[in-house]
């Protein structure tokens, strides 16, 4: 079973920048799509972006194309997410998750990273 860590988070102005870094351990991730994602107050938890980790193909969802990279350190066993052009709006916690290539079904839930934006 795969443990998933997020840090990074933290408080930032409109239109500043954060790494946040999801660290895996406990099994071989080859087989498997990291994704991240969010949840704002009083919001449902959403889709931010995955990776593949074999071939590293990417998908985002629109709100943070364009602004959000996703990417990972197959040496460190790690995801990071780069996030500029951040918005008040991409306040949320932060989670990180895993996911059979053929599967669909996230797991392996992170505690989250709290990301604030704010003036």
């Known amino acids: 079973q795969v443990q998933l860590v997020e840090s990074g988070g933290g408080l930032v102005r409109p239109g500043g920048s954060l790494r946040l870094s999801c660290a895996a351990s406990g099994q071989t991730l080859s087989q498997y799509v990291m994704g991240w994602f969010r949840q704002a107050p009083g919001k449902e938890r959403e889709f931010v972006a995955a990776i593949t980790w074999t071939h590293g193909s990417t998908d985002y969802a629109a709100s943070v194309k364009g602004r959000f990279t996703i990417s990972r350190d197959n040496a460190k066993n790690t995801v990071y997410l780069q996030m500029n052009s951040l918005k008040p709006e991409d306040t949320a916690v932060y989670f990180c998750?895993?996911?059979?290539?053929?599967?669909?079904?996230?797991?392996?839930w992170g505690q989250g990273t709290q990301v604030t934006v704010s003036s």
């Open positions: 998750a895993v996911r059979l290539l053929r599967g669909t079904l996230y797991t392996g």
